[in-house]
């Protein structure tokens, strides 16, 4: 098992910048993946970043440019740092961590969230 704990979610003014923090602990054979992903009131989840297993980044087209994630695998941690928010980025924000088990099967660990706030 996997646990994941989000951690860095703040009221903020738009324009401002904040940096998330996902930490992982438990067992795995491997890492596959690790993203951020986030739910605003009434909206579905929405995919923000992904960092792959050889460090290829991904990102939604809404907030390339704005944001940067990034891992530190030997502390067990990934980070969003975000940059000129928007009102529209307020949401609650979610760490993915995707990883094989000894049999070679695929797990999704998801963690609990951290409110994002963007108002002036």
């Known amino acids: 098992q996997v646990q994941v704990v989000e951690s860095g979610g703040d009221l903020v003014q738009p324009g401002g910048s904040l940096r998330l923090t996902c930490r992982w602990s438990g067992t795995f054979f491997s890492m596959f993946s690790l993203g951020w992903y986030r739910r605003a009131p009434g909206k579905q989840r929405e995919l923000v970043a992904t960092?792959?297993?050889?460090?290829?980044?991904s990102y939604a087209d809404n907030v390339k440019g704005r944001f940067i994630i990034s891992r530190d695998v030997v502390e067990n941690t990934l980070y969003l740092q975000m940059s000129t928010l928007k009102p529209e980025d307020t949401a609650v924000y979610y760490c993915?961590?995707?990883?094989?088990?000894?049999?070679?099967?695929?797990?999704?660990?998801w963690g609990r969230g951290t409110q994002v706030s963007v108002s002036a």
């Open positions: 960092v792959n297993s050889l460090g290829t980044t």
């Open positions: 993915d961590v995707v990883v094989y088990n000894e049999l070679g099967d695929r797990k999704t660990f």
